[in-house]
């Protein structure tokens, strides 16, 4: 029988993120991520908009979108950066020199540099455990090695309202049909990047894409 | 986060790089320098036929010393750079290219400015230098002029691939990092050449400067039409007094206006001064583009 390789998918409704950084925790716990350097793979942003007493707090999630055209990977040159048969995009720990390429490449700001303190910092931590033992550059990785085992990824495991949601286009369900009934959208899709994490907006947190809001008046501030 | 606009309820921001930074700026600025200076010696010498072997000669061993030597900004930097051998393993980046380049060049330029100034200076290999086939020496000097262009362009190659950072994901880059690499090398060759040759350098880093002040407008324009982050990065440019002051007027419009001065009157001192400022303005440029390179993120 033909080995069927899935098309994952990540899908973040925007509607009920509550900011609670649940995700960013686990994540940390997961993937042994530098927390105490506040680097983190998976980010809550928490934007404040208008004056008071207009003034509101969105939260917005983000992760490593998992670009099916890959400006880090093509970006970097000693092929530390690679893209398994599923189509995520890793980093090989040992392979890699820290040259940044792809830091400078990743239109989602998903890459952080894992440096020599943060090496001794994680050691000291897990012990034996360690799993960054090399400087590099690290990544959102959806967590594959849960993926393989049939497990979601921590964030997604974690998240406490359904905003982060995690699914194969391969097959039938709620996180399919949302993606290709195009009710969530992806972010900077004229970038051409083809990134797989889609976004559910909400009137309280737009995104920054093809705007759902035209309905508002227009209106232009910069801080 | 540097900078935040809304527009239609959609949200973009602006947000400083700081991944390169002045490090970075010596690489690209020595490496730009370093390319055009092998690349203008073996115009001048295999194209013009300038007969200065010395000055070619030296002029191109200087040019792969100062690239080598960049490269070593960009090395420390790295998290790993003991296994920077490693970048020769994947095509599709541009620092592959890059460091080829920079070998190719230094293989071939270290052979031909060596056998140049075989002739004058007497070094160990020097007596075999000179039983070298001419027209290998010859070839070896093209390659070597086409290298050390290639390096030069290559450090604006190198920014282009971050398509979220709009001062650099654009094909103008590359253009202003060679014409001003071409120019700042000019100023070295109108420092260090005989009256003759720096005369003629004079017209052509005129020619350059005018060329890099209209690749610069063109730049200016361009942000201010395409997006709100390009007005974002224009505000920011011209609210600094580095960027204006010390790059576009003292690195760029003056030595500009006192080239052209300076080739009326024959004053030599004026034109030591112009090189300087165009040497500072080189340097200054890619500071300033690394200083500038924000991304947009649509958070
Ligand atoms: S989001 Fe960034 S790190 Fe992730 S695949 Fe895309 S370019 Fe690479
Ligand atoms: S920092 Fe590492 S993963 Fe990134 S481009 Fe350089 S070698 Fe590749």
Redesign the pocket.
């Known amino acids: 029988m033909e080995k069927v390789i899935p098309k994952w998918v990540f899908v973040v409704d925007l509607n009920s993120c509550v900011g609670c950084n649940a995700c960013m925790a686990a994540c940390a716990q997961e993937n042994q991520t530098p927390y105490w350097s506040e680097k983190w793979r998976t980010k809550v942003e928490q934007i404040e908009i208008g004056e008071f007493p207009e003034a509101k707090r969105v939260f917005f999630p983000h992760l490593?979108?998992?670009?099916q055209n890959?400006?880090?990977?093509y970006a970097c040159p000693t092929g530390a950066t690679y893209k398994t048969e599923e189509g995520i995009?890793l980093v090989n720990h040992e392979r890699c020199i820290g040259c940044e390429a792809?830091v400078i490449?990743?239109?989602?700001g998903?890459?952080y540099p894992y440096e020599s303190d943060d090496v001794d910092e994680c050691e000291k931590l897990y012990g034996e455990e360690a799993r960054h033992t090399t400087p590099h550059i690290d990544?959102?990785t959806w967590c594959y090695h849960r993926l393989k085992e049939g497990l979601e990824p921590a964030c997604v495991e974690t998240c406490p309202t359904n905003c982060r949601m995690f699914g194969d286009l391969n097959v039938d369900s709620y996180v399919s049909r949302l993606v290709l009934e195009g009710k969530a959208i992806p972010l900077s899709p004229q970038l051409g990047?083809e990134?797989k994490v889609f976004y559910v907006t909400s009137k309280e947190t737009p995104v920054g894409v093809v705007s759902h809001h035209l309905d508002e008046p227009p209106y232009k501030q910069t801080i | 986060m540097d900078g935040l606009t809304m527009y239609f309820g959609n949200y973009q921001h602006f947000v400083h790089q700081t991944s390169w930074g002045w490090m970075i700026a010596v690489y690209l600025f020595l490496g730009g320098l370093g390319g055009s200076m092998g690349a203008l010696s073996s115009y001048f010498y295999l194209i013009r036929k300038e007969k200065h072997p010395l000055l070619f000669g030296l002029s191109t061993l200087l040019g792969i010393g100062l690239v080598n030597f960049g490269g070593i900004f960009l090395l420390i930097h790295m998290l790993k750079p003991w296994f920077a051998f490693f970048v020769w393993t994947h095509p599709t980046s541009w620092i592959f290219w890059g460091a080829s380049f920079i070998m190719i060049y230094t293989i071939a330029g270290a052979v031909w400015g060596l056998s140049l100034i075989s002739s004058s200076i007497n070094f160990p290999f020097s007596q075999k230098l000179k039983t070298l086939n001419p027209s290998l020496v010859d070839k070896l000097g093209y390659i070597s002029g086409i290298m050390g262009l290639l390096t030069a362009v290559y450090t604006g190659l190198l920014l282009s691939t971050a398509p979220a950072i709009t001062l650099w994901s654009n094909p103008g880059l590359p253009v202003l990092f060679m014409v001003s690499a071409l120019s700042t090398a000019t100023a070295y060759f109108m420092l260090v050449s005989p009256s003759n040759i720096a005369h003629e350098n004079e017209k052509l880093d005129i020619a350059l400067l005018a060329l890099e002040i209209i690749i610069i407008s063109a730049f200016f324009n361009y942000l201010f039409i395409s997006s709100a982050a390009g007005k974002y990065i224009i505000s920011k440019m011209f609210s600094s007094i580095g960027f204006m002051g010390f790059f576009v007027v003292l690195g760029l419009l003056v030595p500009f206006f006192l080239e052209i001065y300076a080739i009326k009157k024959h004053s030599k001192s004026l034109v030591v001064l112009a090189s300087i400022l165009v040497l500072m303005g080189g340097f200054l440029l890619r500071f300033y583009i690394l200083k500038f390179g924000y991304y947009t993120y649509p958070w």
């Open positions: 490593c979108m998992q670009c890959t400006p880090c990977y995009v792809c490449a990743c239109p989602y998903a890459r990544k959102c990047t990134p």
